[in-house]
C-alpha cells in the first residue's frame, strides 16, 4: 500500500482537510502496514540468524571433524612387517614393506607387502602376517596373494590371538580354513590392506 496522506486542508479549520476520523483511519493504515513491514523483517532477521547460528554450528562441527581427521590422519608411519610359521618350522625371510595410518583414536588403516626371497625347512604350522600395532580386534582386511606354489583360490585372515599380534593367512578354498605356510616359496608376495581396531 501506497503511504496515505492526511490533507489538512489549506488554513487552520477552514474546514477544507480530512475529517478527523478520516485523517485517524489513514494514520491508522499506515502504522499498520509499517508494523506488519517491520514484523516481517524481524521475523526474517530471526530466521536469518537461526540459519547463521545453524550454519556456525555446521562449520564448527565439520571444522571439529576435519581437525580431528587431521590429527589422526596426517602422519603415515612406516613399519616392516614379517611372515611366521606358528609351528615354528619354516623360516621365511624378504623384504617387507607397509604403512599405517590413525583414521581415528582406535582405528588404524594399514597397508604392507612382503616378498619372499628364501624359505629354510618345512612349514608346520600357521602362516602368520606381523600387523604394525598390537591388540587388533575387529578388522576389515583383504589379502591378496602371489607365486605360491599351489592354487590358493580365496585367501583370507582373522587376527591371532596372541602376542605379537599378526594376521593369520589361510585358504577357504571347498569352505575349510587351511594354513597356506607350506604354499609360500622363494619369489611369493603376500599383501594386506584395510582396517582394524586397536
Known amino acids: 500500500m501506497a ?9 487552520p479549520n477552514d474546514n477544507t482537510g480530512d475529517p478527523l ?20 523483517q524481524v521475523t526474517t532477521n530471526s530466521n ?11 562449520n ?4 571439529n571433524r576435519i581437525t580431528a581427521l587431521e590429527t589422526f590422519s596426517t602422519v603415515v608411519t612406516s613399519y ?28 588404524v588403516w594399514v597397508n604392507a607387502i612382503f616378498t619372499v626371497a628364501t624359505v629354510t625347512g618345512t612349514a608346520t604350522g600357521q602362516l602368520f602376517f606381523l600387523l ?4 587388533a580386534y575387529n578388522i576389515t582386511m583383504s589379502v591378496f596373494g602371489d607365486n605360491l606354489a599351489s592354487a590358493c583360490k580365496a585367501l583370507s585372515c582373522q587376527t591371532a590371538s596372541a602376542s605379537p599380534y599378526s594376521l593369520r593367512i589361510y585358504d577357504l578354498t571347498g569352505g575349510t ?8 616359496q622363494a619369489g611369493t608376495i603376500l599383501r594386506i590392506t584395510g582396517l582394524y581396531y586397536i
Open 3 to 11: 503511504q496515505q496522506i492526511i490533507n489538512i486542508g489549506t488554513a
Open 21 to 40: 476520523r478520516t485523517g485517524m483511519t489513514k494514520v491508522n493504515a499506515n502504522f499498520t502496514e509499517n508494523y506488519t513491514t517491520l514484523a516481517a
Open 48 to 58: 536469518q540468524a537461526t540459519t547463521n547460528s545453524n550454519q556456525t554450528s555446521t
Open 60 to 63: 564448527t562441527s565439520l571444522d
Open 80 to 107: 616392516t612387517p614379517t611372515l611366521t610359521d606358528s609351528g615354528g618350522g619354516a623360516t621365511f625371510t624378504g623384504t617387507g614393506t607397509g604403512q599405517y595410518v590413525y583414521i581415528s583414536a582406535n582405528l
Open 132 to 135: 604394525p600395532l598390537l591388540r
Open 177 to 184: 580354513a587351511t594354513s597356506i605356510a607350506t604354499h609360500v
